[in-house]
C-alpha cells in the first residue's frame, strides 16, 4: 500500500497582507451619527480641519499574516501564501512572518502591497480605509505546487483574481486530502451563495459571523441561530461557527450546538479579534481536540486582542493560551 507523503506544514494560511496604520485622535472632534432608518453609526470628521493625531502605530495586518502568526504562535508549523508587492512593506511583511517562525510561500508581483488607515471612533469600534492590490491577484500558475501540501488550509478572504486561485486551492486540497477551513469577510459574502458555491462545496470548516451569516442566506440578523446554522451548513460546510460578538460564539457540526459567553474585559480596538478566534479555533482541532476546547481557545485569543491595539501584538503562545484558558468560560453543548 502507497503511503501518502508528509505533510510539510501543519497549516498553510491563504489570504491577504497588508501594513496599516492605526490613527488615534482625542476624540474631541469626532462626531456620531445615528439614523432612524439604519443600525449603522457614522463616525464625522470636521470638514476642512486639521485634527491632532494622538497616537501613530504602524504594524502589518491582513487575514493571511495574522492568521499565520496565530498558528505559529500556538505552536504549528505554519506557512503564508499569498501575493505582496516588490516594496518596502512586502519585505517588511515577509520579516515579521520570518520573525514569528512562519514561512512565505507565496508570490511577489508588480503591485503594490496592501495598505490599511484604521481610525478609531467615539466607542470601541473603527473605520478602516483599505486600499487592495497586490493580495487581489494571487496566480496559482505561478505556484511552486511542492510547497502547497499541509494538513489545513485556512482561507480568509479572497476577491478579484485570488478569488480564482483560491477555487484551484481547494481543488488541491481536496486531490490531497488536505482539510480546508474558509473565513469570509463581509465583502465576500455580499456576492451571493451562487458565487461562494465552488468554495463552499469544498470546506470543512466555515467561520464567520452573524451578521454575514444573514447576508449569506438573505435573511435577517434577526434569525434563530440555530436556523441560521442549519441554513449555512446545507450550502456544503460539514462544521459552522457563527460568532456574535459580545453575545458570544455558536458551532455546529449538524449533530450538537455548542455556545459560549465571552467575559467582561476591557475593549482597546476589534481590528484582528475575528482572525483570532478563527485561527485559534483551527488550531484546537488542528491539535486534535474537540469542538468545545477550541472553541475555548478562540474566546481566549480574541479577547486577549481586542485589550490592545494591533491584531497581531498580544496573539497568545500555546501555554499563554493555557494558563488564560482556566479563566474563560466553558462551552456548552447541547443536541439539536
Not at 1 to 9: E, G, L
Not at 185 to 214: H, I, M
Not at 292 to 320: C, D, P
Amino acid at each position: 500500500m502507497q503511503k501518502r507523503p508528509k505533510m510539510p506544514y501543519d497549516v498553510i494560511t491563504i489570504g491577504s497582507a497588508t501594513v496599516d496604520v492605526f490613527v488615534k485622535t482625542s476624540g474631541d472632534d469626532l462626531i456620531d451619527i445615528k439614523t432612524k432608518r439604519s443600525e449603522e453609526i457614522f463616525t464625522c470628521y470636521p470638514l476642512g480641519s486639521k485634527i491632532l493625531i494622538k497616537d501613530l502605530q504602524f504594524m502589518t495586518g491582513g487575514g493571511g499574516t495574522n492568521t499565520a502568526v496565530s498558528f505559529a504562535r500556538l505552536g504549528l508549523k505554519t506557512a503564508y501564501l499569498g501575493n505582496i508587492g516588490d516594496d518596502a512593506n512586502g519585505k517588511r511583511i515577509i520579516g515579521e512572518l520570518k520573525k514569528e517562525k512562519a514561512d512565505f510561500i507565496g508570490t511577489i508581483g508588480r503591485e503594490k502591497t496592501n495598505y490599511s488607515v484604521v481610525l478609531d471612533s467615539i466607542g470601541h469600534d473603527r473605520t478602516i480605509l483599505v486600499y487592495r492590490d497586490a493580495s487581489e491577484n494571487l496566480d496559482f500558475k505561478r505556484l511552486n505546487k511542492a510547497k502547497l501540501r499541509a494538513k489545513w488550509y485556512y482561507f480568509s478572504s479572497m476577491t478579484g483574481k485570488s478569488f480564482d486561485a483560491a477555487v484551484r486551492l481547494m481543488d488541491f486540497a481536496q486531490k490531497n486530502g488536505i482539510k480546508v477551513a474558509f473565513n469570509p469577510s463581509t465583502y465576500q459574502v455580499k456576492d451571493g451563495k451562487a458565487k461562494l458555491k465552488p468554495l463552499l462545496d469544498r470546506v470543512d470548516l466555515l467561520v464567520f459571523n452573524r451578521e454575514e451569516a444573514a447576508i449569506l442566506l438573505g435573511k435577517s440578523g434577526a434569525e434563530r441561530i440555530d436556523k441560521l446554522m442549519e441554513g449555512v451548513r446545507q450550502l456544503g460546510p460539514k462544521i459552522v461557527v457563527i460568532t456574535d460578538g459580545p453575545k458570544g460564539a455558536y458551532c455546529s457540526d449538524g449533530i450538537d450546538l455548542y455556545t459560549i459567553l465571552p467575559r467582561k474585559v476591557k475593549v482597546v480596538e476589534t481590528t484582528g479579534a475575528g482572525d483570532a478566534f478563527a485561527s485559534s479555533f483551527v488550531a484546537g482541532l488542528a491539535k486534535g481536540y474537540d469542538l468545545g476546547f477550541a472553541m475555548e481557545l478562540g474566546l481566549t485569543n480574541a479577547e486577549s486582542v481586542i485589550q490592545h491595539y494591533g491584531a497581531k501584538n498580544i496573539l497568545l503562545r500555546w501555554n499563554e493560551a493555557m494558563r488564560e484558558m482556566k479563566k474563560c468560560p466553558k462551552a456548552k453543548k447541547t443536541k439539536l
